[in-house]
């Protein structure tokens, strides 16, 4: 069966620290990977998407995440925090071929001290 | 260009009471998701219209959540009657057309926040 693993439900990190949110899923195949964020009363923002090509993908706010097919793996990282980055990151596949839907993790929530 | 607005934004209700959200899509988008995330754990799916149809409809819990996207715009989904477990963040995304393997990007909404006592 699809998931999607989050194995950290709080990180805390400094602002101006470098960030690596992890993300393991297990699928038959390559799937489609996704990185949304929610900020508080706000609906999910996509990240970056991976769905073929070069495995280290940029996104928006200064993401980048980067595909390991050996491990499973699609970790979100940036290299600077900022205190607007306060908010809760999902991981989510996508398998390739079907109408679309989103399997989720259970979500990391980022909390960026001053 | 509006995004996807969801009304309410909060509910409480009673158990055996009826709720009905609603979600509006970006305009022109045929593919319209719900989703739910129960307090602790992950958002799953719940169903999947294209247009009007219900095109997979296989995280639906059960036969007390009807889904509804009559003239393929806005859509409901009715809890009737709730039950404790059904609280919860209802998130309602929206998507272009796609066809082949093309994945489009999926646009949610804020959520509904529904809580059963």
């Known amino acids: 069966a699809q998931s999607v693993t989050q194995p950290d439900i709080h990180i805390t990190v400094s602002e101006g620290a470098s960030l690596e949110l992890r993300c393991n899923y297990s699928?038959?195949?390559?799937?489609?990977l996704f990185w949304y964020v929610q900020s508080p009363g706000q609906g999910l923002q996509l990240l970056l998407k991976?769905?073929?090509?070069?495995?280290l993908v940029q996104g928006i706010k200064g993401f980048e995440a980067e595909f390991k097919r050996s491990q499973s793996s699609f970790n979100l990282r940036k290299p600077s925090v900022h205190w607007s980055d306060a908010a809760e990151y999902f991981c989510?596949?996508?398998?390739?071929?079907?109408?679309?839907?989103?399997?989720f993790g259970q979500g990391t929530t980022l909390q960026v001290k001053p | 260009e509006a995004g996807v607005t969801q009304f309410p934004s909060h509910s409480v209700i009673e158990k055996g009471q009826t709720v009905t959200l609603r979600c509006d899509p970006i305009s022109g988008h045929d593919n319209l998701y719900w989703y739910r995330r129960v307090m602790g754990k992950e958002i799953k799916f719940l169903l999947h219209f294209v247009k009007e149809s219900k095109q997979d409809e296989s995280g639906m819990p059960n036969n007390r959540f009807l889904a509804e996207r009559t003239g393929g715009t806005y859509s409901t989904l009715k809890v009737q009657p709730a039950e404790l477990e059904d609280s919860g963040v209802y998130f309602c995304a929206s998507s272009q057309d796609f066809g082949g393997q093309t994945y489009n990007e999926q646009f949610f909404g804020p959520g509904t926040r529904l809580t059963v006592l």
């Open positions: 991976y769905f073929s090509g070069d495995t």
């Open positions: 699928y038959g195949a390559t799937p489609y």
């Open positions: 989510a596949v996508g398998a390739r071929g079907n109408t679309g839907k989103l399997i």
